[in-house]
C-alpha cells in the first residue's frame, strides 16, 4: 500500500474510532508505532486537526470533514459506464477491480442520487470472448511483471507460428484487443490480436534485448511507422 493510501486510512481511523491509541492505529494499518508517529507529523503539517492525548489516543475536530468527491451528473453517469464496461472487457483481475470500485461508488452515493442499476446508458454484453479472455490475464501480468511469454499464433494469412515476445501494452481496438510487444524473432516491435493466439506460456530465462524496449519506444515506433505509409500513400 502506498504511503497516501496509509495516511488517508489513518485519518478514516481516526475519525471513526477517535479516540484511538497509536498501538491501535499500528495494529489496524499494518505498521510500526515509530511509523504511526512519523504519519501523525506528516498529516499535522499538511493542515489537517490531530490532536494527541497522553493515556487516551488520538482524536480529531469534531467539525473536521474531508472534502466530499462531488461529481454532476453527466460525469456520474461516465464513471459508472467506464467501470461497467471495463467490468466486462479485461480480465479477471481488472474486472473484479472495476466490480468492487463499482460497488463501493454505489454505496457512497447518497440516497437521491441515480443508482447504476437504473442509468439509461448500460453495457450489458461481455466484450471479451473465450479465446481472448484465456490470455487476457497472463498477457496482463507479463506487463506488469515485465516478463516475457512464448505464444502460438494464427496469422490473419492462416499461418502458425511460434514466437517469443515481451508484451509492453493491451490496446482494445473496435471488438479486438491487441497486444503491442517486443518480437524476439523479428528483433522488433509487433503488434498481435489476443483473440488468434492459440497458446501462451512462461517463457523462462529469456534475456532482455541489448537494446532498452519500452511502451514508449513501441508508441514512437508505430507513430513514425504510420507517418511513412502515410507519405508512401501520397505519391
Known amino acids: 500500500m502506498r504511503k497516501a493510501d496509509r495516511l488517508f486510512q489513518l485519518v478514516n481511523l481516526i475519525r471513526t474510532h477517535q479516540p484511538i491509541t497509536a498501538q491501535q492505529l499500528a495494529e489496524r494499518i499494518g505498521v510500526s508505532i515509530r511509523t504511526i508517529y ?23 475536530d469534531e467539525n473536521f470533514e474531508l472534502p466530499p468527491l ?30 468492487t470500485l463499482l460497488s463501493k461508488i454505489e454505496a457512497a452515493l447518497p440516497s437521491r442520487t441515480l443508482k447504476p442499476i437504473h442509468t439509461p446508458i448500460q453495457a450489458l454484453a461481455n466484450i471479451l470472448n473465450d479465446q481472448t479472455l484465456k490470455h487476457w490475464n497472463n498477457l496482463y501480468r507479463a506487463i506488469q511483471q515485465q516478463k516475457a511469454v512464448k505464444i502460438v499464433y494464427f496469422s490473419l494469412n492462416e499461418q502458425l507460428s511460434e514466437r517469443i515476445i515481451f508484451p509492453l501494452g493491451l490496446f482494445y481496438w473496435g471488438e479486438k484487443w491487441i497486444v503491442g510487444t517486443w ?53
Open 38 to 60: 512519523r504519519y501523525i507529523d506528516d498529516i499535522s503539517i499538511s493542515g489537517i486537526p490531530i490532536y494527541g492525548e497522553p493515556g487516551v489516543g488520538y482524536a480529531m
Open 183 to 235: 518480437c524476439v524473432l523479428r528483433n522488433s516491435y509487433r503488434d498481435f490480436r489476443v483473440d488468434r493466439i492459440q497458446n501462451l506460456d512462461k517463457a523462462d530465462n529469456v534475456e532482455s534485448p541489448g537494446q532498452e524496449i519500452s511502451l514508449e519506444a513501441y508508441t514512437h515506433f508505430n507513430a513514425e511507422a504510420w507517418r511513412i505509409a502515410k507519405l508512401s500513400s501520397l505519391h
Open 70 to 99: 462531488t461529481l454532476n451528473q453527466d460525469e456520474l453517469a461516465a464513471l459508472m459506464l467506464g467501470m461497467e464496461m471495463l467490468s466486462r472487457s479485461t480480465g479477471d483481475d481488472l474486472a473484479q477491480a472495476a466490480k
